[in-house]
Every structure is written in C-alpha cells, then in structure tokens.
C-alpha cells in the first residue's frame, strides 16, 4: 500500500513566476516523480490564489500526478447572514491580535482543513509558510509534520519594535509544533535551530545548470526579473531614481509582474509577464537585483546564477547564501558604486570572465539539482 503525502500551499504555484511559485513548481516536480511509491495530494485555497477553470486545468496538465484540492477559506457566499457568523465575526479576534501574532488562518479554515487531514490520514504533512502553519491544529496525531518556511516572517515586521519580541515568540511556537523545519537560508538555520529544538534542514534550492562556458554576443545588456510585491517595487524604485541616471548609455530589460509599478524611461524596456525566462536569461550579460528590503534567500537570484549570469545587488540580495563573496555577485547599497558595478561588467571582459566563473563555481557548488534531490531522497525514503 501507498504512503500518502500532502503538500499544503495557499498560492496557485502555476499562476506566475514569483520566486515562491518556482519554488512550489519544483517541489510538485518533485513529488510527482515519487508517484510510484505515494500518492500526492496538493490542498490550496480556492478563493485566495488564482484558482479559476483554466489554472485548475493548467495544473492538473502539468502534474497529471498530483491530486488537486481545494478550500475556501471564506463561510456562504449566497446566506450572508450565515457568512456573516460563520467569517467576518470570527475573525474579529485574530484581527485584535494583529500584531502580537503572524498568523492570517481562520476557524472556518482551521476546521476545514482538519477535517480534510483526518479522513485522509496522510503518513506525510508539508505546510507552506509559518504564517498559515495553523492549519494544522486540532488533526489527529500520526503524520510526519514538515514546516516550509520559506521567509522568516517575524523579520518582515522588523521595524514594528514595540511587538517583535512577541511576533517572534509566536512564529517559534509555531514551528515547534512540527517535526521538521524546512529553510533556505543560512541566516535563517541558525535562527530556528537555537530557538525551536527541532530538526532543521537547509534545502539547497536549486536550478538546472543552465549555463554556457562559451562566450557569446548579450542581445541584452541588463535583465531584472521581478513579481510586484513591496520589496520589489521599493528596491526598483529605488534602482530607477539613484542608480539609473549614471547608466545612461546602458539598457535595462525588464520582465514580471513589476512592469506595472514601473514608468516609463528612455533606457529602460518593459515586458511584464512572458510565457519563457530562458531566452532572456540565456542572452544576457548582467543580471539586477535591487533589494533594500525583505528576508530569506532571493530565487530569481539563485535563477540567474543557474545561467552563469552575474548579479548586481545589494546587502539584502545575498541574504541566505551560504557564501557572501565570491559567489557572482556584486555588492553595493551605494547607488553610484551599483552603477559602477555594471559598467564594468558590460565592458572589462576580464573582470566579467572572472565574476562569471565564481558565479558557475558557487552554483555548482551549493545549488547544483543533484543535492537537492539526494537531500529530498533522504527525507522521503
């Protein structure tokens, strides 16, 4: 008889290309493979991430092995009476607690959800995201409960100083409710192997080695991938305003969802969403990541790597990675050393063969899909 897994993501992971989507994709990716000796069930809610007919299509073309469910987290919507009692009031108390707590569940979801594990009895749990980790209050005891952490949330709130010590102690009360704690980033393995007592794994979030040693002609001189997200928007913002007027002869391409925070200027190319990354990737020289904001490891950072491609950033960019130097980044929080940076990648060839070489090394290195794959083996023997 089969074991069964559950893997438990609010989001649609086939909806677009923000770094948490890729993630989720690569690990249902994953999973399917394992098909042979599990079933796997993916449960979303339905009525927060962009479920409609054709996204549920789009997922089950694409993991044919992977059962789809879907919860709403929101009461009745034809009895609004019912919908009332049964969403809006019970969430009068998780909206008091705003601030002392980072959880955005609710009872309805709570119940439903539990019920959904109960009958199913699943030998393996995976939970996305501390934030919606209760989820899993109230099943019955038996699965192997795995947390997916994929930011540490209580550092996204790190200027509200007067409640950080209590975010905190709620988001490790969280994570100690489970068996294993998934992270990646450094940074943050310390944090929760000091604070929860509970088994920690890095996974090494990894990429296909996309990369090319020959040397070959940059259709484009700058690329930023990006979803539109507030750390995106401020860090681009900020990129735009401050780095920009020094690159003056320099075109900046720019792809994702961020296009529409985004006005127009004369060297700079807008493409928002497009259906394939490779062939920009696969034809760039330089890649950005203005970030000023934000935690954990950044995935459009380890996806250019993946191409061999370096990265201009800035402190916040290398965030998680297991090496700060000599990893094919180039780091600044100055504006003019940024542009700098650029300039002399787009035109001293030695110094751009040297920065993309510790850029191919670092990702073989750390990021290569074969330790992901033997760590994930171990986990699901």
């Avoid at 879907?70 to 919507?77: A, D, P, T, V």
């Avoid at 401020?234 to 006005?263: Q, T, Y």
């Amino acid at each position: 008889m089969k074991k069964k897994i559950l893997y438990f993501m609010p989001d649609n992971p086939v909806s677009g290309k923000a770094g948490n989507l890729t993630r989720a994709s690569q690990m249902l990716h994953y999973l399917q493979r394992l098909s042979s000796n599990y079933d796997v069930d993916f449960l979303s809610i339905g009525d927060w991430g962009d479920w409609d007919e054709i996204n549920k299509e789009k997922f089950v073309s694409q993991y044919p092995n992977v059962n789809l469910h879907l919860i709403n987290r929101k009461g009745s919507k034809t009895n609004k009476l019912k919908a009332f009692f049964q969403y809006k009031l019970l969430n009068i108390i998780p909206k008091l607690l705003k601030g002392t707590s980072i959880d955005i569940t609710n009872p309805i979801l709570r119940n439903k959800v539990k019920n959904f594990i109960n009958k199913e009895k699943y030998d393996i749990i995976i939970i996305s995201y501390a934030s919606w980790a209760q989820v899993i209050d109230g099943i019955s005891k038996g699965p192997y409960l795995i947390i997916d952490t994929h930011d540490f949330i209580t550092a996204q709130s790190r200027k509200k100083t007067d409640k950080i010590g209590k975010l905190f102690q709620n988001e490790i009360q969280i994570l100690r409710k489970f068996d294993e704690i998934w992270t990646y980033s450094v940074e943050e393995e310390y944090i929760f192997e000091q604070f929860t007592d509970k088994k920690v794994t890095l996974i090494p979030v990894s990429f296909p080695l996309n990369f090319n040693k020959e040397k070959r002609t940059a259709t484009y001189d700058v690329i930023y991938v990006a979803s539109k997200n507030p750390h995106n928007i401020a860090g681009i913002n900020w990129f735009l305003k401050e780095v920009l007027p020094f690159l003056r002869d320099v075109k900046i391409h720019i792809i994702g969802r961020i296009c529409s925070e985004i006005g127009d200027y004369e060297n700079v190319v807008k493409y928002g969403m497009v259906d394939d990354l490779d062939d920009f990737y696969r034809n760039s020289r330089v890649a950005i990541c203005p970030m000023l904001s934000g935690t954990g490891i950044k995935i459009k950072v380890i996806e250019a790597l993946s191409y061999g491609i370096p990265v201009v950033t800035n402190r916040r960019g290398v965030d998680g990675l297991v090496n700060k130097k000599e990893n094919g980044c180039l780091v600044s929080d100055d504006p003019k050393i940024f542009a700098e940076d650029i300039n002399r990648l787009l035109t001293d060839q030695i110094f751009y063969d040297r920065t993309k070489n510790e850029a191919i090394s670092y990702f073989q290195n750390n990021h290569d899909p074969k330790l992901e794959e033997a760590l994930m083996n171990k986990i699901f023997k």
